[in-house]
């Protein structure tokens, strides 16, 4: 298992998960791509969700570059309009990530799109084998699995909470 295969598997992972969100539930990102000034219906934001769903299952199924690369440019997208939406001052109630009223865009997602976009620009360059070929190796499947659905749910977390406001702390502090 080579260090990059936890969080690639990570960000192919939350792309399944944001991808079928937005197929379901369109509107919210709708309505930020719309603020943004990029007209969108939708169904394009439906045929986004379904290009993030399949990008992120090849990149976690099967071997290649293509899909890391795929991967890459999704995320790199991403970081870029968030970044136009923060460099605008667009008032976002939310970024529509993962296809709901979450949290407003901030330069958390910024970073963790960019991070994700790098490791996987790096497993592209580097033609890392896909998880999944790792996992049913056997060679360090338990901590491939666990590592990066740990990732994943803390990223998660990240892109869809307010850690910054008042009383935000999950305790209720």
């Given at each position: 298992?080579?260090?990059?295969?936890?969080?690639?598997?990570?960000?192919?992972?939350?792309?399944?998960?944001?991808?079928?969100?937005?197929?379901?539930?369109p509107t919210t990102t709708?309505?930020?791509l719309r603020v943004v000034?990029?007209?969108?219906?939708?169904?394009?934001?439906?045929?986004?969700?379904?290009?993030?769903?399949?990008?992120?299952?090849?990149?976690?199924?099967?071997?290649?570059?293509?899909?890391?690369?795929?991967?890459?440019?999704?995320?790199?997208?991403?970081?870029?309009?968030?970044?136009?939406a923060l460099w605008r001052?667009?008032?976002?109630?939310?970024?529509?990530?993962?296809?709901?009223?979450?949290?407003?865009?901030?330069?958390?997602?910024?970073?963790?799109?960019?991070?994700?976009?790098?490791?996987?620009?790096?497993?592209?360059?580097?033609?890392?084998?896909?998880?999944?070929?790792?996992?049913?190796?056997?060679?360090?499947?338990?901590?491939?699995?666990?590592?990066?659905?740990?990732?994943?749910?803390?990223?998660?977390?990240?892109?869809?909470?307010?850690?910054?406001?008042?009383?935000?702390?999950?305790?209720?502090?």
């Amino acid at each position: 298992m080579d260090a990059l295969h936890v969080p690639l598997a990570a960000a192919a992972g939350l792309l399944v998960v944001s991808g079928a969100a937005k197929l379901a539930r369109p509107t919210t990102t709708t309505r930020a791509l719309r603020v943004v000034g990029i007209p969108a219906s939708d169904g394009a934001v439906r045929g986004l969700g379904g290009i993030e769903a399949i990008v992120g299952l090849g990149t976690l199924t099967i071997a290649g570059r293509w899909w890391s690369a795929a991967t890459a440019l999704l995320y790199f997208g991403f970081a870029t309009f968030v970044v136009v939406a923060l460099w605008r001052g667009t008032p976002l109630a939310s970024c529509g990530c993962f296809g709901a009223a979450d949290t407003p865009p901030t330069l958390v997602h910024v970073g963790i799109d960019a991070g994700l976009g790098a490791v996987a620009a790096l497993a592209a360059a580097d033609d890392l084998a896909a998880p999944l070929e790792v996992v049913t190796d056997g060679d360090g499947a338990i901590a491939l699995v666990l590592g990066s659905l740990a990732l994943g749910a803390l990223l998660y977390l990240a892109l869809t909470r307010d850690l910054t406001r008042q009383g935000s702390h999950p305790t209720g502090e």
